[in-house]
């Protein structure tokens, strides 16, 4: 089957630190990637997508200086929160993707991210 | 955006009864995504509906979409307690298929 481990699954972090967020698809080759923070209303933001031979996409309001995301090969993607502070806290999932038949996305667990 | 306001909503109810979600969407989309999160979870897709289908089933769910009013509902039938989550629909970008973007989700709790 297809299975995403995402780690940390929590992590604090002082205010203006930054912190660093894996994504592995086990099973599966991901071609796309999908990075989305999740509010405690349970409110999704879509930050960026990175699909294979294509340059990551950032959503408004997100940046690269801000969120740099790697994807080096098709099975493992990162995420850094760089400075982070309070206006970052949330739920950080990555949606990997298996390519452009399947629509599914799968979900790890997430990583939490408290600022301190 | 990309979603109506009304789709933000919390529904209780008795195990055994049965129980309809509802989306709207403002832009066009290819294929309209169910998927549940449970607690302390990711969420994971339950259904997935294209644009020219009217109706989906799978086991006790059942997902309708009317593209001429760009809503969507998931129904679930015999409700159990174990599928207390929330259910989020979500739509691609239409031009970028890629791209999946989330509604606001509907909290379902069913009590026992």
């Known amino acids: 089957g297809a299975l995403v481990y995402q780690y940390p699954r929590r992590t604090i972090c002082k205010s203006g630190t930054s912190m660093r967020m894996e994504c592995q698809a086990v099973?599966?080759?991901?071609?796309?990637v999908a990075w989305y923070r999740q509010s405690p209303q349970k409110t999704f933001e879509l930050i960026a997508l990175s699909t294979v031979n294509s340059a990551i996409k950032y959503e408004q309001n997100f940046t690269q200086e801000k969120f740099p995301i790697s994807h080096p090969n098709l099975s493992f993607s990162s995420m850094t929160v760089l400075n982070a502070y309070l206006e970052d806290r949330g739920l950080y999932l990555c949606?990997?993707?298996?390519?452009?038949?399947?629509?599914?996305?799968?979900f790890g667990h997430g990583t939490k991210l408290s600022v301190l | 955006s990309q979603w109506g306001e009304e789709n933000l909503q919390a529904l209780s109810i008795q195990e055994g009864e049965d129980v309809t979600m509802n989306c709207s969407y403002k832009t066009y989309t290819t294929v309209v995504q169910w998927y549940r999160q449970k607690s302390g979870k990711g969420p994971a897709q339950l259904i997935l509906?294209?644009?020219?289908?009217r109706e989906k089933r799978s086991g006790r769910l059942r997902a309708t979409l009317d593209t001429s009013s760009q809503s969507s509902s998931l129904s679930i039938t015999g409700t159990l307690a174990t599928d207390t989550a929330v259910y989020f629909c979500a739509t691609d970008a239409g031009t970028n298929a890629y791209k999946v973007i989330f509604g606001k989700g509907t909290h379902l709790h069913v009590l026992p």
């Open positions: 099973g599966f080759q991901a071609t796309s």
């Open positions: 509906i294209r644009s020219n289908e």
């Open positions: 949606g990997a993707r298996r390519d452009r038949v399947d629509e599914r996305l799968f």
